[in-house]
């Protein structure tokens, strides 16, 4: 198979995202606009010139966004599961290809009058696979046919994992959210099993955040971080008044030890050196004025810093 798309000449680019009206997301964290991000990044990360994507409402593909198109013709696109080289993806839960999208006899021609009418010779499908649920699918486009080998289409698979890692997250965020509240919305006091699953829940963030290079994607997490952190102080008392401030790394190395990890577990968790993470420790004690890791997790959550 060849590794690169051919050259196209510049045109004008449209994109396009209605990520509130079509899926009634109630913040500016919604799924949708994880999805428009992560289209945009195929742009951007690939060599195909457009790319469209979805999540799945009601059963079926719901294009909400949709990058560097030269028509409408893409706009508002509804897939059905197994129509289409987008349903097929969704339901068979893998990547799908069509390199003579007008030709290809293994798909359903539902949707030629939206792709055909971009343009579009050869479509690439990849599923957002979320706990083994497909919850959405983005499309790669070329004007002209062209081979898609491993080089071309790791980009989007790199894409696609970082989307499946974020609303996955999100998932947990919204449970661990529900579980804060009461039916009325006042604040709920959590049970030990959940307040536990919330601190294991932030401490992957941090870990996943930590290894991320996007500055998009990093801010992303970093909201999520402190909506996660923020539901402790709705089950414990006030919070600790400390003039403390603790380096993103002392409060990740913290975060995992407040689950009783070792300093090995932790350095592999974080990508560090054992002698690395000791050093972090020890400084977050210092600041923390605390003897022991223990008391230091203690002093951290007093202050807010961890849940």
């Known amino acids: ?26 913040d500016d964290l919604s799924d949708a606009q994880a999805l428009d991000h992560a289209v945009a990044e195929l742009v951007r990360r690939t060599r195909f010139p457009v790319a469209f994507g979805g999540l799945v409402l009601d059963g079926a593909i719901h294009v909400t966004s949709v990058h560097g198109a030269r028509t409408h013709s893409l706009d508002g696109l ?36 939206a792709v055909l009418g971009e343009g579009i010779a050869t479509l690439f499908a990849v599923p957002i696979l979320v706990s083994g649920r497909a919850r959405g699918v983005i499309y790669c486009g070329s004007w002209a046919e062209a081979p898609v080998g491993d080089v071309v289409a790791r980009p989007a698979f ?41 601190r294991e829940t932030y401490a992957e ?26 539901l402790s102080s709705d089950a414990v008392e006030p919070l600790a008044e400390l003039d403390v401030r603790l380096s993103p790394r002392e409060v990740d190395v913290l975060a995992c030890a407040a689950l009783g990890s070792t300093n090995a577990e932790i350095a592999a968790t974080l990508d ?12 977050a004690m210092a600041k923390l004025d605390a003897s022991t890791r223990h008391a230091a997790v203690v002093m951290a959550r007093r202050a807010g810093i961890l849940p």
């Open 78 to 113: 509804v897939v059905e599961q197994a129509r289409g080289l987008g349903g097929r993806a969704l339901i068979e839960k893998r990547p799908r290809l069509a390199i003579d999208y007008r030709s290809a006899r293994s798909i359903t021609h539902d949707y030629d009058r």
């Open 158 to 198: 790199a894409v696609a994992d970082e989307l499946s890692s974020e609303l996955r997250i999100r998932d947990e965020v919204q449970r661990r959210l529900a579980l804060a509240r009461t039916a009325q919305g006042a604040p709920a006091l959590l049970p030990a099993a959940a307040q536990e699953g919330l």
């Open 1 to 26: 198979m060849g590794a690169s798309l051919p050259h196209h000449a510049p045109v004008p680019e449209r994109s396009r995202s209605g990520v509130r009206a079509a899926v009634g997301a109630p």
């Open 205 to 230: 963030l941090r870990s996943i955040s930590a290894l991320v290079s996007d500055p998009a994607i990093r801010a992303r997490l970093d909201r999520l971080e402190q909506r996660v952190a923020a």
């Open 272 to 283: 560090l050196k054992e002698g690395t993470v000791k050093s972090y420790l020890q400084s």
